[in-house]
Structures are given as structure tokens and as C-alpha cells.
């Protein structure tokens, strides 16, 4: 099994070619990600969702931001891992630098993954955790030359 892993329940532009690329594999993979717009419309395309928690998207703002946003990404951390030993999936495709950064971190042990990558990186700060989490994966995609 192909397990995608979105951090985010949102259905976006990235969210969108998920589903284009999920849906064209065969056999379907299964998706997690939290309840909303991207969990719907993937059951509509027939793929099986997994559920995840929903967690805020926020990484700046008020002064202790970064610390809740680690907690979160720990948590993401642990339930990814919890799912992918469960599941047993011979892939993981980490959709997004959140995901990706949960399964460097340990969220998908002995498996297989893949680091999609779809947005800019939001500080220097980030920008190392995420190139860690790349150097960590067996394939990084980027779709655009801005995301190299």
C-alpha cells in the first residue's frame, strides 16, 4: 500500500494534484490527513482516508507560536507513526514540509518515503528542519523551481 500524508485537511492547488496523482496509481492508495474539504473530495475519488487530527496551520505570530507549533509537529509525529506501523505501508509520500519533517523525525520507521514538497520554506529556522527532513527521504519531489 501508498499511504500520502497531508498535514493539512484543506483542499488547495497542492491538495488538488494530490488527488490528480493518487487517483492515477495503481491500485488506489490511501490518504491521511485530517477531517475536511481534502478527506471528502478524496472518498469521492475512492480512495480510502485514514483520519488524522486537526492541527493549527499557524508558525508565527504570537510570541510562543514556534514552541506550539513543535508540539504540534511532535504529536503529528507520534500519530503518523502509530498509522504507518499499524498499516504497514511499503511507501509513505510525505505531502508537505510538515509531514515530511513528522517522518524524519520518526513517524514512518522502516518505511520507504517520499517528500513532496509544495510550498516556499517561512523562515531560516524552518528551511534547515526541512532540508534535514529531504536529506532524510528517499525521493524528494518538488513540482516547481521555486521549491528547489
Known amino acids: 500500500m501508498v499511504l500520502f500524508v ?7 492547488g497542492a491538495e ?24 471528502d473530495a478524496a472518498r469521492t475519488a475512492g480512495l480510502p482516508v485514514f483520519a488524522l487530527r486537526k492541527r493549527a496551520l499557524e508558525l508565527r505570530g504570537r510570541p510562543a507560536e514556534p514552541v506550539l507549533a513543535a508540539q504540534r509537529l511532535a504529536a503529528h509525529t507520534l500519530e503518523l507513526r ?3 506501523c499499524a498499516l504497514g ?3 509513505v509520500i510525505a505531502w508537505g514540509m510538515r509531514s515530511a519533517i513528522a517522518c524524519a523525525l520518526g513517524g514512518a520507521p522502516g518505511t520507504a518515503v517520499v517528500f513532496h514538497h509544495n510550498d516556499l520554506l517561512p523562515s531560516a529556522a524552518v528551511g534547515v528542519l526541512v532540508r534535514a ?16
Open 6 to 12: 497531508s498535514y493539512s485537511g484543506l483542499l488547495g
Open 16 to 39: 488538488r494534484l494530490l488527488l490528480d496523482i493518487a487517483g492515477g496509481l495503481p491500485p488506489a492508495p490511501a490518504l491521511a490527513c485530517p477531517e475536511g474539504p481534502l478527506a
Open 82 to 84: 502509530r498509522l504507518v
Open 89 to 91: 505501508p511499503e511507501l
Open 133 to 148: 527532513a529531504a536529506d532524510r527521504a528517499d525521493l524528494v519531489v518538488a513540482t516547481s523551481a521555486a521549491m528547489e
